[in-house]
């Protein structure tokens, strides 16, 4: 859903330990919920690395995921930023090599579909 209608009823509903969304909007109202929140921002040049940086700072997140995750200078600067969140680094990964230079970047996870990276 786009509105936190949508976050009440999974809420209610479903009852889920959490959310992920690029929405602000949702995040607020699963963060006033209770749920744990993860706010997702596809990067794609330096203007919306500075606008996720604002908005993190704005609605603070449990969590923020970046993608594609294979920017370590990006993760730096996100997990180094004022007021730290965790940053999961994901999308791209596809190698144990981008997991290890995620996390020495400052990612305190990773997220992929590539189930032969899960076990490392």
Do not use: H, N
């Not at 949508?6 to 009852?15: G, N, R």
């Not at 940086?53 to 180094?80: F, H, K, N, Q």
């Amino acid at each position: 859903g786009r509105d936190p209608q949508a976050v009440e009823y999974l809420a209610q509903a479903v009852q889920p330990d959490g959310i992920i969304s690029t929405r602000s909007q949702l995040i607020r109202a699963a963060k006033e919920r209770g749920l744990l929140t993860v706010q997702r921002f596809f990067l794609l040049d330096s203007q919306s690395v500075t606008m996720a940086a604002e908005t993190a700072a704005s609605v603070r997140p449990d969590m923020v995921e970046v993608m594609p995750g294979i920017c370590p200078r990006v993760i730096r600067r996100l997990s180094s930023a004022e007021g730290r969140l965790p940053v999961i680094a994901g999308g791209m990964i596809e190698e144990k090599e981008d997991i290890v230079e995620a996390l020495s970047a400052g990612a305190s996870g990773v997220s992929t579909s590539r189930t032969e990276l899960w076990e490392l």
